[in-house]
């Protein structure tokens, strides 16, 4: 099960543990109850501090819970936790063996205080190709062994086909608590105690109204801010980032293949980077804050964020980057985590034996359709334009691909369900006129990005006809001390190491105004 290699690096973390726990599987005679105590044996053979039993009572089979000596820690798997998930099982492993988490004090005595009515039971359903659901199961997991009173499972869509029917789960990461749906998505450790934590989200607000204005403040935690937030702090400024999620787009990016010196990477290790980097100065990252308004005023520049908080920065750089377009069209947001899915890697073992329509037939289009056609049954690509815009290499693999058809000129005008989930959608053949309905159980969309710059309306911040803040060379908007950076800008061709760049830029802007602003006037 596992190479070698891994069992080095695993035998060495494993030498963290600080007293003995003890792995309890629920086992049947499947083939992946097999795998699991493997897996499971292999990991005891690396460690005297770990024992395992096969007696264990879970009705979901295969499972396996982690203990401490006679506790439950509350930590399970329904799952065989490779791929992604298997730094999930590691962490898991450490922490329930006493090795101090990689987490701010305050945070591990804010999970400790949690004390509510009842336990929290968690359940997160996830797939192992999907990269958003690493941090949901280690931040629940991390919760279960820190306070007693919280229980958590990670059940992998794949081994039960059955149950996801039943409970209709069609994207992870889902997340249900005692039962009742609790998110959806990628969600950061301070995100879910926000959420469990009812008095957490006005004492941040009440923490964040009290910070002092920031020289350079940054609205944005992807490539843009973080390289505005290191040429910022290097100047010696008081620097502050608010983001929603530290990284950005780039934590929904699989391969990345093409930032100069690093052959081959992924999105969130890159993420993982960027913020490692940023955290090696001294900036002030505001995490899970959402911008809500702009306004320059008396010298200083506030930002309102949705949790009621206001911050102030003498300049403020705009970084807030893109999110997915929509289609637009009935039964889109009706069915949207119901069989409307933006993401083939997390969501596509989900379709497994299924027919799928992917929109798009740009490179994200058509890779989409090359990836799902491996573990749907058909996949079905439609194209608004009358030929793929896809590099050539990508549309000889398409074509190559049985059970793949493209549809060119068709035009997606709505999304059928039954109530519950999708059952289809119509198409309109823009040369005949012809509307045309296809029988499906999800649509992948895949048809560009848009900016993130609604908050900004009536802010004095121009913005051209497509939505992007209108800069300068110098990464200058309209109104003076702010400037953007990245994809939410007028600057073409979004990409990774242009957005490190162009944050770049409106930082060593940012204080070329700070110097030029507060120079005393001449005698």
């Given at each position: 099960m596992l190479d070698a290699?891994?069992?080095a690096q695993l035998k060495a973390y494993l030498e963290r543990l600080q007293h003995p726990i003890e792995l309890i599987a629920s086992l049947d005679d499947r083939d992946e109850s097999r795998q699991v105590n493997e897996l499971l044996t292999e990991i005891v053979g690396l460690s005297d501090k770990i024992s395992l039993r096969t007696d264990g009572t879970d009705a979901r089979r295969p499972s396996f819970q982690i203990t401490k000596a006679g506790a439950d820690m509350g930590v399970r798997f329904a799952a065989l936790p490779m791929g992604h998930e298997f730094t999930s099982l590691v962490l898991a492993l450490l922490q329930a063996g006493g090795h101090p988490p990689k987490v701010d004090a305050d945070v591990i005595e804010q999970i400790k205080a949690l004390q509510p009515e009842g336990e929290l039971v968690f359940e997160t359903w996830m797939s192992l190709t999907c990269h958003n659901c690493p941090d949901v199961v280690q931040a629940l997991n991390l919760m279960a062994v820190l306070n007693p009173k919280i229980k958590?499972?990670?059940?992998?869509g794949s081994f039960f086909q059955k149950e996801v029917e039943e409970r209709q789960i069609m994207a992870v990461p889902t997340i249900l608590l005692n039962g009742q749906p609790f998110g959806q998505g990628r969600m950061e450790l301070e995100e879910i105690l926000v959420k469990v934590d009812t008095g957490a989200a006005a004492r941040g607000a009440a923490k964040l109204d009290?910070?002092?204005?920031?020289?350079?403040?940054?609205?944005?935690?992807?490539?843009?801010?973080?390289?505005?937030a290191i040429y910022a702090a290097r100047k010696g400024i008081r620097t502050g980032v608010a983001a929603e999620r530290f990284g950005g787009q780039v934590l929904d990016t699989m391969a990345i293949e093409n930032f100069i010196s690093v052959k081959e990477t992924d999105?969130?290790?890159?993420?993982?980077?960027?913020?490692?980097?940023?955290?090696?100065?001294?900036?002030?990252?505001?995490?899970t804050q959402r911008a809500e308004s702009l306004k320059a005023e008396g010298g200083l520049i506030e930002v309102k964020l949705a949790s009621g908080a206001t911050l102030k920065g003498k300049t403020v750089i705009l970084a807030t980057g893109a999110r997915w377009r929509d289609m637009n069209v009935p039964g889109e947001a009706e069915y949207r985590t119901k069989g409307v899915t933006y993401c083939p890697h997390c969501d596509g073992p989900l379709f497994k034996g299924k027919k799928v329509a992917v929109i798009g037939g740009g490179n994200s289009g058509v890779e989409a359709a090359i990836d799902l056609a491996g573990v749907v049954d058909h996949v079905t690509l439609l194209e608004f334009d009358g030929q793929l815009r896809a590099d050539a290499v990508l549309q000889r693999k398409?074509?190559?691909?049985?059970?793949?058809?493209?549809?060119?000129?068709?035009?997606?005008?709505?999304?059928?369900?039954?109530?519950?989930?999708?059952?289809?959608?119509?198409?309109?053949?823009?040369?005949?006129?012809?509307?045309h309905e296809l029988d499906l159980a999800g649509v992948f969309v895949q048809i560009g990005l848009v900016p993130n710059t609604q908050w900004l309306k009536g802010s004095g911040v121009e913005l051209s006809p497509r939505g992007e803040i209108v800069v300068n060379a110098h990464g200058q908007t309209s109104v003076p001390g702010v400037f953007g950076a990245g994809d939410v800008t007028t600057v073409p061709y979004k990409q990774i190491v242009i957005a490190l760049g162009q944050g770049s830029t409106a930082a060593l802007a940012a204080f070329d105004h700070l110097i030029r602003t507060s120079a005393p006037a001449e005698a």
């Open positions: 290699n891994l069992q958590h499972v990670a059940i992998d009290g910070k002092e204005p920031f020289d350079v403040l940054i609205v944005g935690g992807g490539p843009a801010g973080a390289a505005a999105g969130p290790r890159f993420a993982v980077a960027l913020e490692e980097h940023v955290k090696s100065y001294d900036v002030d990252i505001m995490n398409l074509h190559s691909l049985p059970n793949v058809k493209v549809l060119v000129n068709a035009q997606t005008t709505e999304v059928k369900g039954d109530g519950s989930k999708v059952t289809g959608l119509t198409y309109k053949d823009r040369k005949t006129d012809e509307v």
